[in-house]
Each structure stands twice: as C-alpha cells, then as structure tokens.
C-alpha cells in the first residue's frame, strides 16, 4: 500500500553539487509530474511525464532534468545546485492526467542548499 | 497564459461556515479540482467540478460556475483539524495540472 514514495526525504546540498530524487510509484499510473513548493508560492510543476520514456517542461523547468525509463520511476535531477533551488519537492501521479482523477502525491523531499 | 486566484489566507470559527473562492483563467477548461494539504503534509484530493453546479461530499462541498471562471470549496461544521491550506487545481490546455497559490484556513476556538 506504497502508493508514491520519494527518496530521500531531506537533503542539504552546497551550491554547484548534483543529485537526483527518485519518485516510486506502484499504482501502474501513466502520468507522473514534478513540482516545487515554496512558501506562498503554491505547487509550481517543474516537469511531467505522459508515459515511460517521455518527458516534457512544465512551468519552471530552468536547472532541473528529469527520466522517465521505467513506467513507475520518476527522476529528478539538478546538475549544479543553487541556493534558488531551496524547496520542497513533491512527485505526484495519476492514471491518465485528467483533473478528474485524483492526483497522488509523495510525502515531499525536503532540499536545501547553502 | 494559464493562471488561479485564491485568498491566501480565511479565518474561521469552529462550529461554522466557510467559502474558500478560486478564480481561474486558462486557454481550455477540463474541470477543478479542490486539494488539502497540512503544515508538513502532502496535499490530498478533495474534491472535482466538471460541470455547473455543486458536488456534497459530507461536510465538504464545491461549486463550479464555467461562465464565470469561478469555482469555491464550501466547509461546514468546521472542525480544529480543517486547519491546513486548500489548493483550487485546473488542467491546463496540454496535459499539465496547475495549481492556485493556496489558501492558509485558520479556524479559531
């Protein structure tokens, strides 16, 4: 009873180093999506994915990269860092990306970068 | 452009009523959505309005007027555990789902 699980759940990060959050889902869902969260800002999506091996830019998608190799695994990647880059981030997914089926979403992962 | 307005922030009594507003502007419309989420929590589904009219869901409720771009959230009986922010959420015209700024709702004793 997984449903989408992010890794890892905190991090701190120096400016210009890399890394990758993996977003897990098992609810054999197509559609799975990147945001960000910052305070007052709402949900902003980064980046989404219609289906394994697609990928396309959402609405702040500058210094972020993302794969989508395998149907249940979403990856998130910054190549360098930025302070700017200091949210929270939260994967979702849903079957077919309609606002009418329920997005879910993983419990966060919690960046910062000094 | 695709964009949601919503306070960010209502104050409420607990026991009463409240109306979380959400105004919207996108170049197509599929439908809203309504989601909570509490301080350090990931946000939940509450609700889904594709056509006029109100949808009850216990002491939640939502509302969609299409020719207004206009949709609210109505809580009733509302409850110490309803504190948390809600998140009007609309399909934009690819297959992207964006979200309001949010609403902090603050319920008082």
């Known amino acids: 009873n997984a449903g989408v699980t992010q890794t890892p759940k905190f991090r701190v990060l120096k400016t210009g180093q890399s890394m990758t959050l993996l977003c897990a889902q098992d609810?054999?869902?197509?559609?799975m999506y990147w945001y960000r969260q910052d305070p007052g800002m709402g949900l902003r999506l980064i980046h989404y994915s219609v289906g394994e091996g697609t990928t396309a830019k959402g609405e702040v998608p500058d210094g972020y990269n993302v794969s989508r190799l395998k149907k249940q695994n979403f990856l998130l990647g910054l190549e360098s860092a930025a302070p700017s880059q200091t949210s929270v981030y939260f994967c979702?997914?849903?079957?077919?990306?309609?606002?009418?089926?329920?997005?879910?979403f993983g419990d966060g992962t919690r960046l910062s970068i000094l | 452009g695709q964009s949601l307005e919503q306070p960010s922030e209502v104050t409420a009594v607990e026991g009463a009523i409240v109306q979380i507003n959400c105004t919207y502007q996108t170049s197509g419309f599929y439908g809203l959505s309504w989601y909570q989420q509490h301080d350090g929590g990931a946000p939940t589904f509450l609700s889904y309005n594709a056509l006029d009219g109100l949808e009850e869901t216990g002491r939640f409720s939502s509302f969609l007027s299409r020719s207004d771009s206009y949709g609210y959230l109505l809580l009733q009986e509302l409850q110490m555990k309803d504190s948390a922010s809600y998140f009007c959420?609309?399909?934009?015209?690819?297959?992207?789902?964006?979200f309001g700024s949010g609403t902090r709702l603050s319920i008082r004793p």
């Open positions: 959420a609309v399909r934009s015209s690819a297959s992207k789902i964006i």
């Open positions: 609810m054999n869902h197509e559609y």
């Open positions: 979702a997914s849903n079957v077919q990306g309609e606002v009418s089926q329920p997005q879910h």
